[in-house]
């Protein structure tokens, strides 16, 4: 049974970021690219890292920013200050 | 820079001050009083503080990201609309879809908006109350921001012009309506496993996502950005829909059968209306993203099937009848397409035969049933319609009792005999579509009995008369230009013009 985790994000400039930083923190992560909006899938669990988004940001990003650019999730939610995370239960 | 942020409470203590901190125990009076509807439908919770939302968003944050939001929102809206957005889609019949989302999805947007309200009120545990109070301000916000974005189309194409009216009378709106009505009409419990977690969870992704990549693949900026805006709110109401499962869930053991029916009864009654979207999809848009078959197999098999499978710890199995709904997955778009052909003299938006290109898109992506069922019979409606011959079905369907969808879809094994239960209850019959809809029916046949069902209605007198004519005019449809075949529509009439002009600057 497939234990893929997703997210999917609008394909704009605010996202743009999140994304590249997705794929940096989960090397297996799947980029499947649609009109209007990028779905990321990855086997099992995915991390959105505060500080590799900053890093490419190149300024303060505030995770629940997050909130702007979402467009769908699968997985269960764990949202810290410092990191976005998803997961299904090993 | 992370020194200022420590100065700060976290995001978990800042929660826990909303949900916890502002909450308090009733004394003047008790609790079972101020909340009577949270225990009588045999969910037992031991803990309302075992409730845990996983987006942890404060008021504050939660006017600050919704202003910005909105502020993009409008700036797309009051763009699109100074610079005739609408002359940019692919083509008139994209304009649909449209119709059929304002007049049959919107409503729903301010139908939940009605029942998060109330169930915002009737829970004792502070942190589903703030979820569902948030989830209610949300929900007004998308039917708000869905009547602006489409009021542009409005100005230039029918059939967008009494959404509201129509949602209350119209027969196959009466689809979408009803569920909303069952699900409010429900307990506070099964109205969130309904629309939180069987509607939002499970199914609107089929919806808003790729339905919404397509607009924009058909040059819809307004929609496109009205559904991400909204989706954006989506995302965190699926959270809530899977909370509340795993709060029951956990709650205890006694809970789960009444969960695993609720699952198994939402489950059906939103594939069924899903039916809908499978032919806005395969039908309504000129250029597709995806066809109905492959959005159900990445969001219900793939992502259905992962989210069943982490449920499975707690002893709950997939929804009842999962298996005959991807078996459907092959065929109802093609069935309620039918549907809406036979009947387009009577509906608020236009139908037609696709084009040849079309066709083949669709027998590509359908190659175990199109051709075999569905394509020759386009193929008859399209000679007839150019001989001057165009087919409409001057009878009423029958309905099915529960999700109220004319009763045309067929068995899946055999797909030309139409699908057919039938139940009994204080010695009258009643009709039901399917096996889903028959097991809701009978669990509930009071509930059920009561269902106003447009057919009946319109026999019954009570839809403005008794010739189609009339019923229409009830209906406050422009006959002759909102319904009928898209060929020799104004619709059709109009944008043929705006494409000359197009050719000629």
Request: charged share 25%; with cysteine; net charge negative.
């Amino acid at each position: 049974m497939s234990r893929i985790v997703s997210i999917t994000l609008q394909n704009n400039d605010d996202a743009r970021p999140i994304i590249e930083a997705i794929e940096k923190d989960n090397p297996e992560a799947t980029v499947n690219i649609y009109p209007a909006m990028v779905k990321i899938d990855c086997e099992g669990r995915l991390i959105i890292k505060q500080e590799t988004v900053e890093e490419l940001l190149g300024r303060e990003w505030d995770v629940q920013e997050l909130h702007l650019s979402l467009v769908s999730i699968a997985g269960n939610v764990d949202e810290e200050d410092d990191y976005f995370e998803l997961s299904w239960n090993v | 820079m992370s020194g200022k942020r420590k100065s700060k409470l976290g995001i978990k203590q800042r929660y826990s001050m909303l949900t916890r901190g502002l909450g308090w125990d009733t004394t003047y009076q008790d609790m079972d009083k101020v909340f009577p509807y949270d225990n009588y439908e045999g969910i037992i919770i031991h803990d309302w503080d075992g409730w845990e939302d996983p987006f942890r968003l404060t008021m504050d944050a939660y006017w600050k990201f919704q202003s910005e939001k909105e502020k993009k929102l409008y700036a797309v809206i009051d763009s699109f609309a100074q610079n005739n957005g609408h002359l940019g889609i692919t083509d008139a019949r994209y304009v649909n879809a449209l119709k059929l989302f304002l007049t049959g999805v919107s409503p729903l947007e301010y139908q939940a908006a009605r029942g998060f309200t109330h169930v915002g009120r009737q829970f004792r545990g502070v942190g589903p109350r703030v979820a569902c109070q948030m989830q209610a301000i949300d929900e007004l916000r998308h039917v708000q921001t869905q009547i602006h974005s489409m009021s542009h189309y409005n100005k230039y194409f029918d059939g967008l012009h009494s959404a509201p009216h129509m949602h209350d009378r119209v027969w196959y709106l009466s689809v979408p309506k009803s569920f909303f009505d069952d699900a409010r009409t429900a307990g506070p419990f099964e109205f969130l496993t309904s629309i939180s977690f069987a509607f939002e969870y499970v199914l609107t992704n089929l919806l808003f996502v790729p339905f919404m990549s397509g607009a924009a693949f058909n040059g819809d900026m307004a929609t496109v950005t009205f559904g991400f805006s909204a989706q954006s709110d989506e995302a965190r109401h699926m959270t809530l829909g899977l909370e509340v499962i795993k709060f029951m869930l956990e709650q205890d053991e006694r809970n789960i059968p009444i969960v695993q029916r609720w699952m198994d009864k939402w489950f059906w009654r939103g594939t069924r209306m899903l039916a809908l979207v499978a032919m806005m999809m395969d039908y309504m848009l000129p250029k597709r993203v995806m066809s109905w078959r492959e959005a159900w197999d990445i969001y219900f098999t793939e992502a259905g099937g992962a989210l069943f499978a982490d449920l499975a710890r707690y002893g709950i199995k997939p929804p009842k009848y999962a298996d005959i709904a991807t078996k459907e997955a092959e065929h109802i778009s093609h069935q309620a397409w039918h549907i809406f052909y036979n009947y387009t003299h009577a509906a608020a938006f236009h139908t037609w035969v696709p084009e040849k290109d079309e066709l083949d898109w669709l027998s590509e992506k359908y190659p175990n049933t199109f051709d075999k069922y569905y394509r020759p019979r386009l193929e008859y409606l399209d000679k007839e319609e150019k001989a001057g011959r165009r087919f409409y079905n001057d009878t009423l369907p029958m309905l099915c009792q529960v999700c109220q969808i004319p009763m045309g879809f067929t068995d899946m094994d055999d797909p030309t005999t139409i699908s057919f239960e039938v139940s009994e209850y204080n010695g009258d019959k009643y009709h039901t579509c399917s096996l889903g809809c028959r097991d809701i029916f009978d669990y509930e046949p009071a509930k059920y009995v009561q269902a106003w069902l447009p057919v009946h209605q319109i026999y019954q007198g009570n839809c403005g008369g008794a010739e189609v004519p009339d019923v229409l005019k009830w209906y406050n449809f422009n006959l002759g230009a909102d319904n009928l075949e898209y060929n020799g529509s104004p619709d059709q009439k109009l944008w043929d013009e705006w494409q000359a002009h197009r050719k000629k600057a």
